[in-house]
Nanobody, 120 residues
Framework: QVQVVESGGGLVQPGGSLRLSCTAS????????MGWYRQAPGKQRELVAA???????NYADSVKGRFTVSRDNAKRTVYLQMNSLKPEDTAVYYC??????????????WGQGTQVTVSS
């Protein structure tokens, strides 16, 4: 079995920073792409940032220059450093991990979601 747990959301003022973390555990052979999505009320879930195990990172235009995605393969963890936060960044943030578990097919696993609220 594979478990994915997120942490790090909260309330922050405009211009502030937050760091999200997402850690996988269980019978994992390899983790490929690790990504962050967000969903604001009344809107569709959208890709925020993604980092493959090999290759370049990918960011939504709305967060380029403010957000940074990184990963620690030894810890099976992906991070999202969010700086210069704006009210429009308010959403529930989800991590998505593309995982090859032992004796299983390649599959996407989602975190439980963490609320990020940017407000004064």
């Amino acid at each position: 079995q594979v478990q994915v747990v997120e942490s790090g959301g909260g309330l922050v003022q405009p211009g502030g920073s937050l760091r999200l973390s997402c850690t996988a555990s269980g019978s994992i052979f390899r983790i490929y792409t690790m990504g962050w999505y967000r969903q604001a009320p009344g809107k569709q879930r959208e890709l925020v940032a993604a980092i493959p195990n090999v290759g370049s990172t990918n960011y939504a235009d709305s967060v380029k220059g403010r957000f940074t995605v990184s990963r620690d393969n030894a810890k099976r963890t992906v991070y999202l450093q969010m700086n210069s936060l704006k009210p429009e960044d308010t959403a529930v943030y989800y991590c998505q991990l593309n995982i090859q578990a032992f004796l299983a097919t390649l599959k996407d696993y989602w975190g439980q979601g963490t609320q990020v609220t940017v407000s004064s």
